[in-house]
């Protein structure tokens, strides 16, 4: 079945550097990749997504990398900050109304 | 604008009794989905809706999970009887029909004991 790896579990990085997290998904069909971030005890927020036709988008400090030959994408955070501090999910789906499969998700810690 | 409104948001319930989680998507919003979130893991979808139709309940323990959108609106997650595996969070989402974004209500914390 479909499934979605994420690496790594927990990620340490001091305040202001990069921080970079990286999925591999399995179902080739898939065509969509969001990420979304999970504060404490609150609910998974939406936080840049790519589709399968860009090799990259970016957002401010948020970057996200896709490479559909190799079935794997990542985030990119540049200047981390403490607000940074959260769960990062990765997910992917095949299409508009698909179910999206969720990576198991990585703990990112900003270090002051 | 009004988020996904969930309730109760917390539930403490030994094995073998039966809970019921309620979700209010978006307004406007047809698609609705139930998660399930185990502590350490990521969201596992357990059944999604389109309106009052099921499109997806592969992964829902048919056994003892059961869901209904009667109106096209709102919606019910049941389990029937619980077991101690099933403490997690109940996360229910929404999205517009052909829409990518899925908005997440608060979720339901679940335990059992």
């Known amino acids: 079945g479909e499934n979605v790896e994420q690496h790594p579990s927990t990620l340490s990085v001091q305040e202001g550097d990069s921080a970079v997290i990286k999925c591999t998904y399995s179902?080739?069909?898939?065509?969509?990749f969001p990420w979304y971030k999970q504060e404490l005890g609150k609910r998974p927020q939406l936080i840049i997504d790519?589709?399968?036709?860009?090799g990259e988008k970016k957002d401010q400090r948020i970057a996200v990398t896709l490479n559909k030959t190799a079935k794997h994408f990542s985030l990119h955070i540049t200047e981390t900050q403490p607000e940074d501090s959260a769960v990062y999910f990765c997910?992917?789906?095949?299409?508009?109304?698909?179910?999206?499969?969720f990576g198991k998700g990585t703990r990112l810690h900003i270090l002051p | 604008e009004a988020g996904v409104a969930q309730s109760p948001r917390y539930k403490i319930i030994e094995k073998r009794q039966s809970v019921a989680f309620w979700c209010n998507p978006i307004?406007?919003?047809?698609?609705l989905y139930w998660y399930q979130q185990i502590l350490g893991q990521g969201p596992k979808l357990l059944i999604q809706?389109?309106?009052?139709?099921?499109?997806?309940d592969s992964q829902l323990p048919k056994d003892r999970f059961s869901a209904e959108r009667l109106k096209g609106v709102d919606s019910t997650l049941k389990i029937q009887p619980a077991k101690l595996e099933d403490s997690a969070v109940y996360l229910c989402?929404?999205?517009?029909?052909?829409?990518?974004?899925?908005?997440f209500g608060p979720g339901t914390r679940l335990t059992v004991l």
């Open positions: 809706f389109q309106n009052n139709g099921v499109v997806d």
């Open positions: 307004s406007g919003h047809a698609t």
């Open positions: 790519i589709r399968s036709n860009v």
């Open positions: 989402a929404s999205s517009l029909v052909g829409g990518l974004e899925q908005f």
């Open positions: 997910a992917a789906s095949r299409s508009r109304d698909d179910k999206i499969i």
């Open positions: 179902d080739s069909a898939s065509n969509y």
